[in-house]
Structure formats: structure tokens, C-alpha cells
């Protein structure tokens, strides 16, 4: 079997969706191959518990997407497809274990008043640092939403403003660095460095010091920003402007070979054996470990095989779903919170020992750090009537001394100490309110979605060999491969992983570049 389409698409994570949905909009004829039975890759949303418990396999948050192009000026028009969000306050509930806790509220004065409880200088501090990045926010937004090569560089972008000197610094710096700095009392430290490492970087290596600025600030801003029915409602709405603007989407083909003929990626085949050609162009999300195993090494050449080598997994993610009768209630004030999202740092110390632990293969289970995210607090379409999905999360490694293969072992363990520790700040979720459990281990995650090479579900670190202009290779940054016609999108290339949209609307642009068309003359002509 072989068809042709004018691109083809490897992969229906939501940046090939968003790549996708520009070039349909263009009038290109598009075809999307799914490895897995349902799209959206970690923006899915599917059954894991029991029927009718919507979960969220990877993502929940879509924060930084509420920043993109795509979403902020409407380009692709989402709202139209179904996609709504939702902004639950608060933000998010941190418990401490002496007892005490910080709350932050969509208002900022309500947040800063819950700093003020420790202390007031780091009350004003938290103010001013939200106020600082709100003057530069449009430098680092022009940054991650314009692809490598098509603009200025970051440091050229901060030597323009006027506060740009400071930024240039504070850029290179750790987040802890900037927290140590700026703040005094141990409870807001350790507010803020879990908030900072949010993103799964390790808070207290270079290059991070921006992240103790802009996540606060996104979560500030936006809340713990998710979509009405769960992370699936993105791709899902991206998938009906695809259909509506003629494009196909076939799930269950996973891409198991790139088509080069001359040197030109002219299609792709997959594990079936069917095969899909393109006239104009290949679009690939596969993890870039993956894909260059697709096609002979020497259609790749030295330099792109050497920086796929030489490529690290970020920090990877061990979650617990969970079906169950009741949300976490949080003691506060001689009541209770619920919250969509909560934190537990411990403390200062314990979440500085996350980078080092991932690094040295420690699967450490005392006092672990989680992040807790149950979305039916806000969203009860996602489980049965007065029934709630609820995920606990915690950071641990995928490469073990014993080789990964012993998760399967142990991730029982670790999970039961995972929830231990919510325990300890929401006393009432007794054997007795939890239905049914799905444990994900880092090598789970893997399983379940190729792209989660080494249980990153980011693409992989995002420190300075990895960013910018270096990813995911050096000279391959700007969405061109090797092979002429193959461009690559998703968490691999730039500005990295999250839900964001910048990947697959930065590939986007280029590709239409290289076919002589311009991405604001489609979106102009759409609206």
C-alpha cells in the first residue's frame, strides 16, 4: 500500500498536531502517523484506573501555552474546536512539615500576604521579582517562539532592553543562586525552589536562574492552567482542525523507516509495512535517538550522529494514578483545602538532592519531594459523580546500578512511599477512599511513549549543551535535518519540552519558509 500526501507527519504528540494544523491551514494536504492507539502522545488523557477516571498520563498543566502566538492571538482559532481552560484557585498548596504552609492565590496580594507570614522582606521580594519579569517576559516569548536562526539570539535580544545587563547575568545564574540571594526564610526557599524546578531542570545547576522568575510568574499569571476534560482536549481540538481543513490521521502506524531516495527523505514506512510518500516534505516528532536509527548513518553525517551521541536524559518523573472517593484535604486554619495542584518540598536540602541523586542512579524513598496534581477539583467531568483522579508524582531515576529493567521490581515500593508522604499533609485518603492504582515508573513511561527516551518527558535535559542553537544538534537547530526534505519537531528541538506549542509552530514556520510561504499570510488569510 502507498499514498501520497503533500507532508507527512511522524508522531501526534500536540507539537506535531500544532505543526499540522499551520500546514493544513496553508492548503498543504497532510497525513499525521500515531504509534499509539490514541494521539496527543503526552497530552493524553485516557482510562488507566477505571471507566469513567479521565487521567492524565503525562501533562495537566498547559501553562506556557497560554503565552504562545497560537493560543494568545488565536491563530489556529482552538475555541472553536472545543478547547477551553480552565484557571483553578488557588494556584497551588504547599504543606511544610512543621506544620505550617504558603498558599499561592490567583490574587498576587492574597500570595503575598501568605509570604508575609514568614517574612515580610521575602513578601516584597516576591512581589518585585513578579514585577521585574513582567518587563522582560516579551524578550524571553520572542525568543522561544521564533525559530534558531530566524531572529536574534537571546543575549542579543536582553542587550537590547533596557534591563538587559541584569538579565544577561541573572540567565546564567542557578535558580538557587537567585533564591539564596533574594529571599531569607527556608520556607519560601523552599517554595520557590520547588516551584522553580517545575520543569524538571536540576535548580541548582547554571543557566536556571531565569526559572525562578518566569514559572512563579506563569503560575502567577495563569494559574495551574488546564483544559476543561482533561490534557487530551488540545490535540483533540488541533485533530478536528486538521480533519475539518482536509488532513488524515491514522493512529496504531508507528514509523519504523525514513524513505531516502538521492538523498531526499521522500515518505515514511511503517511497522505494517504500508507506505506514505511526500511530495513536498517529512515532519518527524520521533525522539531524534530513535530516528536516526531509521536511515542509513551515512545519510546523517558526522556532526548531527556525534550530537545524537552525545544527547542526556533529563530528570524523569515516577507517577501514581489514582481513582478515588475523595481529594486531598490539607489542614489549614482549623479547616481544610483542596487544591488542583500541591507541593511538597520538605525543605531546602531535599529538593537540592533531586540533580545529584538522577545523576548518580539513587532511588531515594526518605521524605521524597512530590508534586500532587488533582484535577477534578476543578474539572469534575474528568470522573464519576462526586469521584476524583488523583496524581502524585515524584523525580526519580531511570538508569539504576542494576540496569532499568529492576523498576519493575521496586516501583511498588517507591510508590507506596510516595503516597506515605501525601499522607503525612492530607491525613484523609485512607485505604478506604482509593479505588484503583497505576503505578508509572520512568521505564513505564518510556514504554508508553517512545518519545520518553529514558523516562524524560521533556526530550531530554535542557542544560547549555542542550538549548538553543544546540538543540538537539549542533547546525541542526533550525528544524533541518541532515536529509534534505526531513524536519524535526517535539521536545527535542527548540525551546524544549512542556506544553508549550513552540516546537511544532517553529517548525512550522520554516518548513512554510522553505516552500516559499509565509506563516502570518495563513494565519491572515484563515482569520
Known amino acids: 500500500m502507498s499514498e501520497t500526501y503533500d507532508v507527512v507527519v511522524a508522531g501526534a504528540g500536540h507539537n506535531s498536531l500544532v ?87 490567583r490574587d498576587p496580594d492574597r500570595t503575598g500576604e501568605e509570604f508575609a507570614k514568614f517574612s515580610r522582606a521575602d513578601a516584597d521580594v516576591y512581589r518585585r521579582m513578579i514585577a521585574e519579569y513582567d518587563e522582560v517576559k516579551g524578550v524571553f516569548g520572542q525568543y522561544r517562539y521564533t525559530p534558531i536562526g530566524l531572529g536574534p539570539s537571546l543575549e542579543d535580544l536582553l542587550a537590547q532592553h533596557p534591563q538587559g545587563s541584569r538579565w544577561l547575568r541573572r540567565q546564567a545564574m542557578s535558580a538557587w543562586d537567585i533564591i539564596r540571594a533574594n529571599f531569607q ?23 536556571t536562574g531565569w526559572l525562578a522568575y518566569s514559572i512563579t510568574y506563569g503560575r502567577q499569571r495563569h494559574s495551574w492552567t488546564m483544559p476543561r476534560g482533561g490534557s487530551h482536549a488540545l490535540p483533540r481540538a488541533l485533530e478536528r482542525l486538521i480533519l475539518d481543513h482536509g488532513g488524515t490521521i491514522l493512529t496504531e502506524r508507528p514509523v519504523v523507516r525514513l524513505l ?46 556525534y550530537g545524537v551521541e552525545t544527547w542526556q536524559p533529563g530528570v524523569s518523573m515516577f507517577a501514581t494514578h489514582y481513582a478515588t472517593t475523595a481529594p486531598p484535604r490539607f489542614p489549614v486554619d482549623g479547616g481544610t483545602l483542596t487544591t488542583v495542584a500541591a507541593g511538597v518540598p520538605t525543605s531546602v536540602e531535599r529538593v537540592l538532592r533531586i540533580g545529584p541523586e538522577f545523576h548518580r542512579g539513587i532511588v531515594a524513598t526518605d521524605d521524597p519531594v512530590l508534586l500532587v496534581v488533582c484535577p477534578t477539583v476543578a474539572d469534575p467531568s474528568r470522573a464519576p459523580a462526586g469521584k476524583h483522579t488523583l496524581k502524585v508524582i515524584g523525580f526519580q531515576p531511570y538508569d539504576l546500578p542494576e540496569g532499568p529493567q529492576r523498576w519493575d521490581e521496586i516501583k511498588e515500593a517507591v510508590s507506596a512511599a510516595n503516597l506515605a508522604q501525601l499522607r503525612r499533609y492530607a491525613p484523609n485518603l485512607t485505604d478506604d477512599t482509593i479505588l484503583a492504582v497505576r503505578v508509572k515508573s520512568p521505564l513505564d513511561l518510556e514504554r508508553f511513549n517512545a518519545h520518553n527516551w529514558h523516562g524524560s518527558c521533556h526530550g531530554g535535559d535542557m542544560g547549555p549543551a542542550q538549548s538553543g542553537r544546540l538543540r538537539p544538534a549542533p547546525g541542526w537547530a533550525q528544524h533541518r535535518l541532515p536529509i534534505v526534505g526531513l524536519y524535526q519537531t517535539g521536545g527535542t528541538t527548540h525551546p524544549g519540552g512542556s506544553v508549550s506549542a513552540g516546537p511544532g509552530r517553529n517548525a512550522a514556520l520554516v518548513l512554510l519558509k522553505d516552500l516559499g510561504m509565509d506563516l502570518q499570510d495563513v494565519v491572515a488569510h484563515a482569520r
Open 185 to 207: 526564610d527556608w520556607h519560601t526557599r523552599a517554595f520557590m525552589l520547588w516551584m522553580s524546578f517545575m520543569t524538571v531542570q536540576p535548580i541548582d545547576r547554571p543557566g
Open 19 to 105: 505543526a499540522a494544523a499551520y500546514l493544513a491551514k496553508a492548503g498543504l494536504r497532510c497525513l499525521v502517523l500515531e504509534a499509539r492507539p490514541v494521539i496527543g502522545g503526552d497530552t493524553a488523557t485516557e482510562e488507566l484506573t477505571l471507566p469513567g477516571f479521565q487521567h492524565d498520563t503525562c501533562s495537566t498543566a498547559h501553562n506556557l501555552i497560554q503565552v504562545s502566538p497560537t493560543l494568545r492571538d488565536n491563530e489556529l482559532h482552538l475555541d472553536e474546536y472545543g478547547l477551553e481552560y480552565i484557571y483553578p484557585d488557588p494556584v497551588v498548596h504547599i504543606p511544610f512539615p512543621d506544620g505550617t504552609w504558603l498558599t499561592q492565590w
Open 260 to 305: 531516502v531516495e538521492q538523498g531526499r527523505c521522500t515518505g515514511v514506512e511503517t511497522a505494517g509495512g504500508e507506505r506514505f510518500q511526500a511530495r513536498r516534505a517529512v515532519l518527524s516528532s520521533i525522539h531524534v535517538k530513535h530516528l536516526v536509527e531509521m536511515a542509513p548513518r551515512a545519510v546523517w553525517g558526522d556532526d548531527f550522529l
